[in-house]
């Protein structure tokens, strides 16, 4: 992962931009909500460099 940055709460971690067919991609993982036993992990992509984000998918991960 090329980045990571801590906003607020949320811990993030982006990928290094790559390019697919005319389209510059960055995917990222968002962690928030972090308690002991819990966390939510969302995974976004983005093809304007950042200025927009589109979830792909959220898990929310508690202990058994």
């Given amino acids: 992962y ?4 801590i906003e607020g709460d949320r811990k993030i971690f982006k990928t290094k931009m790559v390019q697919q067919a005319e ?3 960055i995917q990222r993982m968002v962690f928030y909500n972090i308690e002991n036993d819990s ?3 969302d995974w976004e992509g983005t093809q304007d460099n950042g ?3 589109n979830l792909l998918w959220r ?3 508690k202990r058994q």
């Avoid at 090329?2 to 940055?5: D, E, I, L, S, V």
């Fill in 2 to 5: 090329k980045r990571q940055a």
């Fill in 39 to 41: 966390f939510t992990w």
């Fill in 51 to 53: 200025e927009t984000w």
């Fill in 23 to 25: 389209k510059l991609i």
């Fill in 59 to 61: 898990i929310n991960y």
